[in-house]
């Protein structure tokens, strides 16, 4: 049986930080989806088809990822597709405290031997988060190395349009 994974979040932008988890998770997984989550209270800056577009180029390289979007409960969008685990990725200790919660809750709520399963994120992305980014980018700062280049890309032609 292969051991299929779920990582998400809503990747607007997807980072350097994230694309660390992927490929790292991407290693101990026959299978991880990049599930990229549609919250209807938020406005992204992309679109989700944007979104999954750059995500699958981004990831082209590694063979067992795939992308999908979804909106609504995590636990029902994991107990239908038979996922084995959920990938979290944790920069600091503010993130454990949000992560450790969430991941009780939904120890009650996924199927059985469903597993969250969290993943350290390199120190050298441990500050980047697509809300700094965005903020940075749009105030005229500087992001480079800190998203992959085609994105930075098309960050800057939605900044130019505003």
Do not use: W
Not at 18 to 29: G, N, P, Q, V, Y
Not at 73 to 83: E, I, Q
């Amino acid at each position: 049986m292969t051991k299929r994974a779920l990582y998400t979040g809503s990747f607007d932008p997807m980072t350097y930080g994230h694309l660390d988890i992927i490929e790292r998770a991407s290693k101990m997984f026959g299978e991880l989806v990049v599930g990229v989550i549609v919250n209807p209270n938020k406005q992204p800056l992309f679109t989700k088809e944007e979104r999954v577009a750059m995500i699958k180029a981004e990831t082209a390289h590694l063979g067992n990822v795939k992308v999908d979007c979804f909106q609504g409960l995590l636990a029902d969008y994991v107990n239908a597709n038979g996922f084995n685990a959920v990938i979290r990725g944790l920069r600091a200790t503010t993130d454990f405290e949000y992560e450790i919660q969430m991941a009780q809750m939904n120890d009650r709520l996924f199927n059985e031997g469903v597993e969250s399963v969290f993943l350290m994120t390199n120190p050298e992305y441990s500050f980047i988060s697509s809300s700094v980014i965005k903020e940075v980018l749009s105030l005229g700062g500087c992001v480079d190395g800190l998203v992959p280049e085609k994105i930075l890309e098309e960050m800057k032609k939605k900044y130019c349009r505003k």
